[in-house]
């Protein structure tokens, strides 16, 4: 018997500070890659096969600011 897809209406892609976000909402997918940085969160979605919701929430930059500590470069990156 055919399975339903779930219907992903917001998806939710980051470092680990997201894992847990929107849990209890159906139609809400979680990305989680721990410690990813701009550069390599790019070249991930690239690669990705991902789903096409109405909303993609972004989370990332906290761990570039560890070693860039330029506030006005990581955002200028993402």
Same mark, same amino acid.
């Given at each position: 018997?055919?399975?339903?897809?779930?219907?992903?209406?917001?998806?939710? &892609?980051? +470092?680990? @500070?997201?894992?847990?976000?929107?849990?209890?909402?159906? =139609?809400?997918? &979680?990305?989680?890659?721990?410690? @990813?940085?701009?550069?390599?969160l790019?070249?991930?979605?690239?690669? #990705? =096969?991902?789903? #096409?919701?109405?909303?993609?929430?972004?989370? &990332?930059?906290?761990? =570039?600011?560890?070693?860039?500590?330029?506030l +006005?470069?990581v &955002?200028?990156?993402?």
């Amino acid at each position: 018997m055919p399975t339903k897809q779930k219907v992903t209406k917001c998806m939710v &892609v980051g +470092d680990s @500070i997201v894992r847990n976000v929107g849990a209890e909402h159906a =139609d809400t997918k &979680v990305e989680c890659f721990p410690g @990813i940085k701009n550069e390599q969160l790019h070249r991930v979605m690239e690669k #990705s =096969d991902l789903v #096409s919701p109405e909303t993609v929430i972004f989370h &990332v930059g906290t761990n =570039d600011l560890r070693t860039t500590r330029n506030l +006005d470069f990581v &955002v200028g990156e993402v």
